[in-house]
């Protein structure tokens, strides 16, 4: 018996060394998160309001884009069995609108994470890896951003865009200009520990030039903490465009946006709470998820967090 | 170039600062409220236009500070009639020539006292063109006024300016003594008197003007006036958050009840209810929309509702707009795909009446239903009529608004009227203050339909037609001109009748409804309220709160 249990062990042991092989940071972080069920949670959440965003017609039977979907006479009706979370002050259907209102805060959320993580990574591995005046330079201007508060700064450049031209796209570059420094911190003290590994040194006595060594051997061991921040800044930025669109400046109706929508129901919330309580449950459900999401990949790429 | 940005971004800071003082202003700071005895009665208004000069306030956020500064010729009492304030008597015998005779007794605020020469002054310097005043037309009916104002061989947006003019002051003015002067009119009006109480009609002190004949720089932010309150501090358009007045304690009819009024700038009316409702402030003539419908229950018998004098419109510039601003058929159809009956009950919880004429129900000359089919919601018929007149080529309709009058939801609400209706885009653009959309439409650069109103400067239907309509008239944003409209206006003015009169303005008024270049939306309801730290509010049809007669509570 003794003897058979002793056998066991090690076939399964084995077993399971083999099925990891080549073992890398990334194929141990995703057999981590698939049993993680905080990233389980928030990435099906995540996956359905991609969709949403994308194709909101499987979603809504009205398309909240269209004016004639809106009755006035309707306006503030409450909820009934056509409309499942009411009317808002123009008498358009409050479940449609939340469910088209997806698509800006998505868009804002990821293009706004992805190009902070491709400007703020890309400077952030210069600046770490030449050191020097290219440190200096970067770093100095990194800070110089850094000191403007993000919804701030946001609100100050897009009021001075105006608001007629202001729209989802100009909310993106706003909060890009500001929230890049962050990621290029993040990015450079990474990639400064990561420049000192034996790895690296062997590279170079290899006669591998600085793009080779930069590409092939620091970024993929210092790109961790970028992913990390990134994706825990995808539910800030989220909110952060509800935030601008709210106070007027960010994205401008004829678009739907959550925010707008708070915005726009807040004078009336007594009279008439759907249009102002649905999109910001909506609203909440989403910075969570990305939230859940980030914090997984957290905890799946940095295990010392742990 | 610097001093464009560097004035945008702090326009940008005070954005901010009133947004994020938006938010806290449901807080309900009522600490600072205790001492009601040393603090200001607070009123809130829009920025004004322009500065603080009568003859060159047309808008309601100036007139409204101006009209506490300054008294005027005529009054007009509860009934709407005029009568006699610092004038003793008006009287003529041919409604040509017009004798004016003032009362003793009223100073201007430094001292000195209010003489006939102060009127001839000021009309002068208002009725020359160059000067630019806003309120210059209204004196197009006295003799003098073209050689004050030659027209501009080209019209306003041509290269070429107008040529010098021959005149510096109206030959028709002529003072004969410290109490009297007489007035030559270019044709009978006998609406003339009525008018007198109007703004445009103000005095103006010697100290106002310099050496050179022109207002002083310091005038504007700091003027004299001869009315119950006087400036407690310079105003800097632009900078200053309010503008601070106290009691003229010299005044001839007495002292206001009241010994400070501060006016606070507002750019959101939803922002200052909320300081209302804090007790931050005191008094608002106008309620934005969206609270109407809870201000009867919170502020009970310090909710003020009564008929006012206001029209709204949509107003294209039928010169310089873009296709459909300039085409009438396309501006009917639009005018017939707005269901006025639904936006005024819903958006305005019943607070405001369909608009079927463009002379308001409170004054003599309203005709129900004159606008007729034009004004009648019958989408099938306006996209017809859309259709046929190459509206199927119109892309974007725009319709601009200002932000800080509580406009976005209905204007919204009329945006979705057409969307629906004419199967068309709409752009709905805000503007953040008043002041910017008026210098944009002044300037002629507002292509498409804009959000415009009117209340009336003295109780009389023509107000509703000359300044608007006529051709240069002072608030004809719409650049409207019709040669049979303004001739039907002069023999209104000179019928000897007012019944008789009232016929040809009606004939005018019928023209200006054919032509739709202000489509009338609806009839104002004045929805004010009040704080409990003042009582005895009166808002009269001019939209005027009787500050004379605010009490503290």
Redesign the interface.
Same mark, same amino acid.
């Not at chain 2, 709409?426 to 805000?430: L, N």
């Given at each position: 018996m003794t003897n058979a249990t002793v056998t066991q062990e090690p076939a399964k042991h084995a077993k399971r060394v083999k099925a990891k092989k080549p073992a890398s940071l990334w194929s141990d972080a995703w057999y981590d998160l698939r049993r993680n069920k905080i990233f389980l949670i928030g990435s099906a959440l995540v996956l359905i309001l991609i969709l949403m965003a994308a194709f909101p017609s499987l979603f809504s039977p009205i398309d909240a884009t269209?004016?004639?979907t809106?009755d #006035?006479?309707q /306006?503030?009706k409450g909820i009934t069995s056509e409309h499942w979370f009411g009317t808002d002050?123009?008498?358009?259907d409050t479940y449609s609108r939340v469910i088209y209102g997806a698509r800006v805060s998505i868009i804002v959320g990821i293009a706004t994470g992805v190009i902070t993580a491709v400007i703020g990574g890309g400077l952030g591995l210069l600046a770490g890896f030449y050191g020097r005046w290219t440190d200096v330079v970067l770093s100095r201007l990194a800070e110089m951003f850094f000191a403007i508060p993000v919804i701030?700064g946001a609100? #100050?450049i897009l /009021?001075?865009i105006g608001?007629?031209k202001a729209g989802a796209w100009f909310v993106v570059m706003a909060l890009a200009i500001l929230a890049w420094p962050m990621i290029l911190r993040i990015m450079r003290a990474s990639v400064i520990s990561a420049k000192s590994q034996d790895y690296v040194t062997a590279a170079r006595a290899l006669g591998a030039g600085p793009g080779r060594i930069m590409i092939r051997h620091i970024l993929p061991n210092a790109i961790t903490p970028v992913i990390v921040t990134a994706t825990l800044n995808l539910g800030v930025f989220i909110a952060a465009e509800a935030g601008l669109s709210f106070?007027?400046?960010g994205v401008q109706?004829?678009e739907i946006s959550w925010g707008l929508m708070i915005g726009?129901a807040r004078?009336?919330f007594?009279?008439a709470p759907e249009p102002l309580i649905f999109p910001a449950v909506f609203l909440s459900i989403t910075v969570l998820a990305f939230v859940m999401l980030g914090d997984a990949v957290r905890d799946a790429l940095d295990p010392k967090l742990r | 170039m610097r001093v464009t940005r560097g004035v945008?971004?702090a326009?940008?800071?005070a954005?901010?600062a009133l947004?994020v003082a938006a938010c806290g202003g449901g807080g309900g700071d009522s600490k600072e409220s205790g001492s009601a005895g040393a603090q200001p009665v607070r009123v809130q208004i829009a920025e004004p236009q322009n500065d603080l000069i009568p003859g060159n306030t047309a808008e309601t956020s100036g007139s409204e500070v101006v009209s506490a500064l300054f008294i005027g010729l005529m009054s007009y009492d509860d009934n709407k009639k005029p009568v006699n304030r610092i004038a003793e008597s008006i009287e003529s015998t041919d409604q040509v020539n017009w004798t004016i005779k003032i009362k003793d007794g009223y100073t201007w605020h430094d001292g000195t006292p209010v003489t006939a020469q102060n009127f001839v002054d000021a009309w002068n310097f208002t009725a020359y063109g160059p000067n630019l005043q806003q309120n210059n037309y209204f004196y197009s009916v006295v003799k003098g006024y073209d050689e004050m104002n030659p027209a501009d061989p080209d019209g306003e947006e041509g290269p070429k300016e107008a040529p010098e003019p021959s005149a510096k002051t109206l030959s028709g003015l002529n003072v004969v003594d410290d109490k009297t002067f007489t007035v030559e009119l270019t044709h009978p009006f006998s609406g003339f008197p009525t008018m007198l109480g109007y703004v445009a009609f103000y005095p103006l002190p010697k100290a106002a003007f310099g050496a050179d004949g022109k207002l002083t720089a310091d005038y504007g932010a700091n003027p004299i006036g001869n009315g119950p309150f006087k400036m407690s501090k310079p105003y800097k358009r632009g900078t200053d958050q309010t503008i601070d007045l106290a009691r003229n304690d010299s005044f001839k009819e007495g002292q206001a009840k009241v010994d400070a009024v501060q006016f606070k700038i507002y750019t959101d009316l939803?922002t200052a209810y909320n300081d209302l409702r804090a007790g931050n402030l005191d008094i608002m003539d106008q309620l934005?929309a969206?609270?109407i419908?809870?201000a009867k229950a919170e502020f009970g018998d310090r909710y003020i509702e009564q008929p006012s004098s206001g029209v709204g419109w949509i107003g294209f510039n039928v010169k310089t707009g873009a296709s459909y601003s300039k085409n009438p058929e396309l501006r009917k159809a639009i005018s017939m795909s707005i269901?006025r009956k639904?936006?005024t009950e819903?958006?305005f919880s019943g607070t405001r009446v369909p608009a079927d004429d463009q002379i308001s129900p409170v004054v003599a000359g309203y005709r129900k239903g004159a606008c007729g089919e034009a004004c009648t919601y019958d989408p099938a018929k306006a996209k017809e009529l859309w259709d046929a007149n190459g509206g199927k080529d119109v892309k974007t309709i725009n319709l601009n608004y200002n932000?800080d009058g509580g406009h976005?939801?209905w204007i919204?609400?009329l945006?979705?009227?057409l969307?629906?209706n004419l199967q068309v885009e709409?752009?709905?653009?805000?503007y953040?203050k008043f002041a910017d959309i008026l210098n944009d439409l002044e300037k002629g650069k507002v292509p498409g339909g804009f959000r415009m109103a009117w209340i009336m400067d003295y109780p009389s239907p023509e107000n509703y037609l000359r300044p608007i309509f006529a051709t240069g008239g002072s608030s004809n944003y719409v650049k409207y001109s019709n040669k049979e409209f303004d001739e039907l206006l002069k023999k209104g003015d000179s019928a000897a009748t007012f019944d008789e009169g009232l016929k040809y303005y009606q004939q005018a008024d019928d023209i200006a409804l054919r032509d739709l270049a202000y489509v009338p939306i609806y009839f104002y309801t004045t929805n004010g309220a009040y704080s409990t730290h003042v009582k005895n509010i009166k808002i009269d049809p001019f939209e005027h709160i009787d500050l004379f007669n605010v009490e503290r509570a």
């Open positions: 269209k004016a004639a809106c #006035l006479a /306006a503030r002050n123009l008498g358009c701030l609100l #100050l /009021a001075m608001r007629d106070l007027g400046v109706p004829p726009d004078n009336r007594l009279e | 945008k971004l326009a940008g800071t954005l901010l947004a939803n934005p969206e609270a419908g809870g269901d639904t936006i819903t958006v932000a976005k939801e919204e609400a945006a979705n009227n969307r629906t709409v752009q709905a653009k805000p953040e």
